[in-house]
Structures are given as C-alpha cells and as structure tokens.
C-alpha cells in the first residue's frame, strides 16, 4: 500500500493550519485565534498574505509548524478537494479531522524511518504491519477519522520505536547517556558527547548544544525550541522532525539528515 506524501504540499491544502487549530498571543503568534477561525492573514485562494514575513510580524510559530503532509491528505483525499470555502457543510468536520490526520502522518513519518535502520530488522515484520494499518486509517472516512480512538494506535506504533531505538543505540560503543523527559531546558551541553544518547521528549529549551554529537540519539518528542544547534551533529539522529529544527537555532556548519533541510531563518 503506497503511503500518502509525508511532507506538507500547501498548494493542494486549504490552508487547514490557519483555520482548524487554535493559538494564543505570546512570542510565538502576534494574536488570539480560536479553532475553527480563519487567521486574519488568510487570503481567499488559501495562500497566507505575509508568509515572507511571518517572523517579522510576529507570527514565527507558523514557521515552525508542519503537519506532515496531512493537509492535503484531508484536502484531497478525505474530502475529495471540496473546499470549506465553496462548500461550507464540509467545515466542521474537516477541521476536526485535520488533527487526527496529523496524528496518523507523525506516525507513519516515525514508522518509515525505523524500517529504513538495519538494526531495526528483528522488528521490521511487526513495523510494516504498524505500517499499513496506519496507512489504511489515513484513507477512512472523514466519520470514521472523527470517531477514531487514536490512543492504542499510538501506543502500539511507540512500542515498536521504543524497541526500534534500543536495537539502534545498542550498536553504540560506550556507555549512553538517559535523560529521557529529562528537564534541560538551558543547559550546557556544548560540545557534549551525546551520541546514543536517550533523549525522549526531553526538554530542551533554550539550551545548548552547539558541537555536540548526537549521532544515533534518540530525538523522539524533545522540545527544541531555542535550543542552539550551530555545529551540531545530527546525522543519524533518531526521529528526528522538521518541526524540531524548525523551533530551534543552527547555522550551515550543522549537520542533518539528508531527508531533513536547514531552516530558512537559521543564522550563517
């Protein structure tokens, strides 16, 4: 079963990211919006009126967000490219499908790359079977996607990548560092070896982690925002996002995965 584009295509969305969810005004949005309420900046032909200058009017959290292709996912597939402008019966619940979709896609964005490590193999089987189920969920109908229980999903996909990282970070020689959901929001990390290292929704905020090497380090779920990133290794990091770079600071000199980009707004 071919997976759905896993990488956001705004031109075949309808712009569900600045309708369907919410945000508050602080540092990250120049504004309150309520979900369900089109951003103010919304044109009509679904395109953002200041997006080559979102950082500079105080919007820098829409340069961050990215909802791994499940735009256009709910866009064309599940509502068949009937928009909610031209056929506003559509809006309800395509706003409170999007979410959801967003869901399945981080999934199968998690899923694809453990199926990609060799270490992984002892649980490729149970991967691809994860795999397609949540692919098959991705083409439900939009009644189905509202009613869909997407806890035991994730749970059973986090099972496997819990598994998936432990097969991978074991093939590191030395001792590993744990801070999974660790607090280090802040810290010095700068030149840190933190290679293997279990770094699971660690809070990383503001700290630093210029030169360190986290090659083979589990990245699922750390908070990156502000997190200084210039020098950094990040070749084979594990689960590592875009979303992640996106929140944080780098330069050129850092290093990524070849799937992944250097933001656009990172320093040279």
């Known amino acids: 079963m071919p997976l759905p584009l896993l990488r956001a295509d705004c031109a075949n969305c309808f712009a569900l990211c600045c309708v369907a969810l919410p945000f508050a005004k602080s540092t990250d949005f120049a504004v309150n919006k309520p979900a369900g309420t089109p951003c103010k900046n919304l044109r009509q032909d679904f395109h953002c009126g200041i997006h080559t200058r979102l950082r500079d009017e105080g919007f820098p959290g829409c340069t961050v967000f990215d909802c791994f292709g499940a735009g256009q996912q709910v866009s064309q597939v599940t509502f068949g490219g009937r928009d909610w402008r031209t056929h506003p019966g559509t809006s309800g619940a395509m706003f409170e499908v999007f979410p959801v979709m967003r869901q399945l896609h981080e999934l199968l964005a998690y899923l694809s790359e453990a199926l990609t490590l060799p270490a992984a193999r002892p649980v490729h089987a149970a991967l691809r079977v994860a795999l397609a189920d949540t692919t098959r969920w991705t083409r439900a109908t939009a009644e189905a996607l509202a009613a869909l229980d997407i806890g035991p999903l994730r749970q059973e996909a986090n099972a496997l990548l819990l598994k998936t990282s432990e097969l991978v970070r074991a093939k590191v020689p030395g001792r590993k560092k744990n801070h999974r959901g660790a607090d280090l929001m802040g810290a010095r990390l700068s030149g840190a070896d933190l290679r293997g290292a279990n770094l699971r929704g660690a809070y990383l905020i503001a700290a630093d982690l210029s030169g360190a090497d986290l090659r083979s380090a589990d990245l699922i779920g750390a908070d990156f925002r502000d997190t200084d990133l210039r ?29 992944l980009d250097h933001p656009a707004h990172w320093l040279p």
Do not use: E, H, V
């Open 231 to 259: 020098g950094a290794d990040l070749r084979d990091a594990l689960f590592l996002t875009q979303p992640q770079l996106n929140a944080a600071k780098g330069s050129p000199a850092t290093l990524l995965p070849p799937t």
